[in-house]
């Protein structure tokens, strides 16, 4: 699987351990219990992966979080009947621009820093 493909899994999961840990209405309903730690630990597990396959940290966390805001508030809004109010959505709407800022910047440095080393690749501390 891709990175890309790592990380939306990432975020599926980890709608999931949330969605699931508002199921458990505060161990009422115990029984979500697996359903949050196995979603937790998977995401974050493939949020490792992900980072360790070379994707910059500030992007894979920015779309891993605003991608798992925006989906949580969505889907805890049809599910659980939560608020999802215009001023939630153009919350989430400066969410996805920042993210996309982030994403932006990153490509910007990362071609900087190879146009700087004569198109050599090296990582911080060693060759």
């Not at 899994?9 to 161990?27: D, K, Q």
């Not at 490509?107 to 198109?119: C, D, I, L, M, T």
């Amino acid at each position: 699987m891709s990175k890309w493909g790592k990380l939306g899994m990432a975020i599926v999961l980890e709608v999931v351990g949330t969605l699931s840990l508002r199921a458990m209405e505060g161990f009422t309903y115990p029984w979500w219990l697996a359903s949050v730690v196995l979603g937790y630990a998977g995401a974050f597990y493939l949020v490792a992966k992900v980072l360790a396959e070379g994707m910059p940290v500030g992007v894979a966390y920015g779309i891993w979080a605003a991608s798992g805001v925006a989906l949580t508030a969505i889907l805890g809004s049809f599910i659980f009947g939560d608020a999802l109010t215009w001023l939630i959505g153009l919350g989430i709407a400066l969410i996805a621009a920042g993210v996309l800022v982030v994403e932006i910047g990153s490509q910007r440095a990362e071609a900087n820093r190879v146009a700087k080393s004569g198109g050599k690749l090296s990582f911080v501390g060693g060759d």
